[in-house]
Antibody, heavy 115, light 107 residues
Framework: EVQLVESGGGLVQPGGSLRLSCAAS????????MNWVRQAPGKGLEWVSY????????YYADSVKGRFTISRDNAKNSLYLQMNSLRAEDTAVYYC????????WGQGTLVTVSS | EIVMTQSPATLSVSPGERATLSCRAS??????LAWYQQKPGQAPRLLIY???TRATGIPARFSGSGSGTEFTLTISSLQSEDFAVYYC?????????FGQGTKVEIK
């Protein structure tokens, strides 16, 4: 069974940093492209970042480019999102999701940016 | 960026009736279109990809159609568990984008 488990969310002050993790199991992680998708409270879905299976191709939404960094460790079956210079508008549930159409999702981790 | 526009914003339907949801892309996305269902407090669930292919375990009452810029999700006979928010998403252009969602509520 495919499982994606996010962690690392929490309360952070504006301008602060946070690192999210996504632990994958039940499939060959190194064979799949991965994404981060977020959802602000009461709002719709927003794609954040993409990384290819090898990590050689990376994309970011304009809203996070230059502040967020996606990475992966295929040996550890893990996906990461380093978030710097956080803003109030980054407050959201962050999901990791497999493939370009998001075939499987984790349960999400809540990031709250507030003073 | 490709803008995805869903209509209507809210759809009121009685159980057992058919629901038809629309999604329009600002430029062609070929058949690279997915549909998701999201219930309160839950992660989204993939229903349809490739515009018309049902994901694993999705009941046959869900069907997708369209290509290019116009797409439709049809739920043939609404069940109580189908009342939720539905999103379309294009993955033709690497800035993957979602529609704003259609809420299907009980009439």
């Amino acid at each position: 069974e495919v499982q994606l488990v996010e962690s690392g969310g929490g309360l952070v002050q504006p301008g602060g940093s946070l690192r999210l993790s996504c632990a994958a199991s039940g499939f060959t992680f190194s064979s799949y492209e991965m994404n981060w998708v977020r959802q602000a409270p009461g709002k719709g879905l927003e794609w954040v970042s993409y990384i290819s299976s090898s990590g050689s191709t990376i994309y970011y939404a304009d809203s996070v480019k230059g502040r967020f960094t996606i990475s992966r460790d295929n040996a550890k079956n893990s996906l990461y999102l380093q978030m710097n210079s956080l803003r109030a508008e980054d407050t959201a549930v962050y999901y990791c999701a497999r493939r370009k159409y998001f075939q499987h999702w984790g349960q999400g981790t809540l990031v709250t940016v507030s003073s | 960026e490709i803008v995805m526009t869903q209509s209507p914003a809210t759809l009121s339907v009685s159980p057992g009736e058919r629901a038809t949801l629309s999604c329009r892309a600002s430029q062609s996305v070929s058949s690279n279109l997915a549909w998701y269902q999201q219930k309160p407090g839950q992660a989204p669930r993939l229903l349809i990809y490739g515009a018309s292919t049902r994901a694993t375990g999705i009941p046959a009452r869900f069907s997708g159609s369209g290509s290019g810029t116009e797409f439709t999700l049809t739920i043939s006979s609404l069940q109580s568990e189908d009342f939720a928010v539905y999103y379309c998403q294009q993955y033709n252009n690497w800035r993957w984008t979602f529609g704003q969602g259609t809420k299907v509520e009980i009439k």
